[in-house]
């Protein structure tokens, strides 16, 4: 399957409302890091192997159309190499607000990964570094957090053509991301999920 949609942005920068926005508009199914949560017994390993630069996205990706999120943001630049016809999202937001909301979900979890149950060690260590890859290793602090948020950004934006790349708020709702994929403008509402409270539940399976 082709992938027409590949999000840059990482998460906690409305990611999960991107998926279901993707996927009502016809794009779908669309790769989130909730995929690999749910199956992990092939998705980790191919990610771990990205990690250590064995890139397989054809097994990676088989059965999807688009991919936001990590594990998929910390490699726009070998995805970009990949699929140089895609269109790229890069999702953004304040980024002292993003420090604090990562902060608080992501970098928590992943502070605690020896004390984690042994299921779920495998998906933290990939994640652990995935994360680190992208330029956030676990001994950042909030400033910076903030500085390799605003680095990130800016590689993607020099690496991604300006034709093929929408930089993107969710808050801006169905108009922007619309427009640049071509798709009419749905009727109801722009999709919202996975505040800090979901995030936990979806890491604990309860949702």
Known sequence: MTM??????????????????IEQLGFGPCHHM??????????????SAAVNGRFEWQAIYDGYASAVDWPTAGFF????????????????????????????????LLSK????????????EMASGVITRTGFPADLDRDGLITAFKAHNDAVRETIPSDQLL???????????????????????????NDRAEFWDRVSGKA
């Open 34 to 47: 909730e995929e690999v949560l749910l199956n992990m017994p092939t998705q980790v390993p191919l990610w």
């Open 77 to 108: 630049r070998e995805l970009y190499r990949a699929y140089p016809d895609a269109k790229y999202v890069l999702t953004h937001r304040n980024p002292e607000n993003w420090a604090d909301s990562f902060g608080s979900t992501i970098h928590a």
């Open 4 to 21: 027409h949609i590949i999000g840059a942005g990482v998460g906690r920068t409305g990611t999960y409302s991107l998926k279901l926005a």
């Open 167 to 193: 930089v993107y708020e969710v808050r801006e709702g169905w108009e922007p991301l619309c427009a640049f994929l071509g798709a009419d403008t749905p009727s109801g509402p722009f999709p919202r999920s």
């Open 113 to 124: 990964v020896d004390e984690a149950p042994p299921e779920m060690q495998s998906w933290l």
